[in-house]
């Protein structure tokens, strides 16, 4: 029987010739990352080994990002944790304020994440890098820890599930609608350690942020990893962003899938997730008035250059509604001053919304957004759990950037269309 593409990968970075589903392997790692929440524990937990040197200090990345600028005592010490850490260990790869992005975003930005790679992440988003035909997927943070020093992790190689996309998605339907679409359609535990992986012609009609969006929350589908199929597109993105060599595997013909889905894009619509569950979907227009007190605009799932154009695009000549509070989040500095320089900015402000530097910030209710009881939230990130952020009786409705902006300006979840 042949091997899936992930499984191709991870057969390759266990030095085997071929690994079947549910086979224990330890594979050899390209990277492996933290952030200002998950690595601290790692370091602690790193300083009770023998061994307390980084594998290769190029393959360890630590990304401060989800209380930075720090918000109080306790995050600026687990900031320093990781600075004293990263200059100890004379890390290539540390990003601190003035260099910091939200890490599922920075990671292939810059060019720390290529085709064929096995990424480690404490970080269940970590699966984002799929997108660009690597293996990737989140840990715990004493996963973590062993990763930096052996560079190694052991795995259950993953079943997996097809999707094959087809078609072309309609105007304001993105990579978020899709993904969206898909765990509404199998549940947030439908690809319960799975590999999710994506092929059809339909996928050269998505763009690089649509692929990183819909790899970023496999896991809220249960999935281990997402992935697509390397095309130009993810090359010419390779090529753009890093200089490392890249390898492309290909799933067998004959590779054995758990299931099969197929997804025509052009029958979606704008589609939003309904609180508790991020399978709570519904498409725009199916519900009655939805009303909101808070946009949020960015994430690791959508803060990249194209989301905030595409929010710049609704909200230009427009206000943000009486009561509604609109707040964008560019994904790391470098989208930060390309919407700069594109005048997005100036389009948000003047609509009334706020731009903050980049943070994971209010995603999981760490700052910069928390919500107070009983208040309701659109918002582009990618979890809508009981207070996720912020007061257990609150609510957050996930949408695309599209849908936010459309919303904070009708003071209601509706689609761009409506306005």
Request: proline share 7%.
């Given at each position: 029987m042949g091997m899936t593409m992930t499984q191709k990968i991870l057969a390759a970075h266990a030095g085997l010739p071929e690994v079947k589903a549910g086979q224990l392997i330890e594979a050899d790692l390209d990277l492996v990352m933290g952030n200002d929440i998950t690595a601290p524990v790692a370091i602690n937990e790193m300083k009770k080994m023998n061994n307390q040197k980084v594998f290769n200090k190029d393959k360890v990345a630590l990304i401060m990002d989800h209380f930075i600028p720090n918000k109080d005592i306790k995050s600026a010490e687990n900031c320093k944790c990781c600075r004293e850490f990263a200059y100890k260990h004379e890390l290539s790869n540390y990003?601190?304020?003035g260099e910091m992005g939200i890490e599922h975003a920075l990671v292939p930005e810059k060019g720390l994440a290529v085709a064929g790679d096995a990424i480690i992440g404490a970080d269940s988003h970590t699966c984002t890098y799929g997108a660009l035909g690597a293996f990737s997927t989140g840990v715990g943070s004493t996963d973590m820890a062993a990763g930096m020093v052996t560079g190694k992790a052991w795995f259950k190689v993953p079943s997996a599930l097809k999707f094959v996309l087809t078609g072309k998605p309609s105007k304001w339907v993105s990579g978020k609608d899709v993904i969206l679409h898909i765990i509404g359609m199998i549940g947030v535990d439908g690809a319960l350690y799975k590999s999710m992986e994506f092929v059809g012609d339909g996928i050269a009609n998505l763009s690089m942020d649509d692929r990183f969006t819909i790899c970023n929350m496999a896991i809220e589908a249960g999935g281990k990893n997402g992935i697509f199929p390397v095309d130009d597109l993810a090359i010419a993105y390779m090529k753009e962003h890093s200089s490392r060599e890249y390898k492309i595997y290909k799933a067998d013909a004959d590779a054995e899938y758990d299931a099969v889905y197929t997804v025509d894009l052009s029958a979606l619509k704008p589609t939003v997730s309904f609180p508790h569950l991020p399978e709570n979907t519904k498409e725009v227009g199916s519900f009655g008035d939805v009303k909101i007190d808070q946009a949020v605009i960015g994430s690791c799932t959508n803060g990249r250059i194209s989301d905030m154009r595409v929010a710049a695009e609704i909200l230009k000549g427009r206000k943000v509604a009486k009561g509604v509070r609109c707040i964008v989040?560019?994904?790391?500095?470098?989208?930060?001053?390309?919407?700069?320089?594109?005048?997005?900015?100036?389009?948000?402000?003047?609509?009334?919304?706020?731009?903050?530097?980049?943070?994971?910030?209010?995603?999981?209710?760490?700052?910069?957004g928390i919500l107070a009881a009983g208040e309701r939230c659109v918002s582009t990130t990618n979890r809508n759990f009981v207070g996720r952020m912020g007061h257990v009786d609150s609510e957050v409705y996930l949408a695309s950037p599209a849908v936010a902006a459309a919303s904070a300006v009708a003071g209601k979840i509706c689609c761009p269309c409506e306005l």
């Open positions: 990003f601190d304020v989040i560019p994904a790391t500095q470098s989208v930060y001053l390309q919407a700069l320089k594109e005048g997005l900015l100036e389009i948000f402000i003047e609509a009334g919304a706020i731009v903050s530097t980049p943070t994971c910030g209010p995603c999981l209710g760490g700052y910069m």
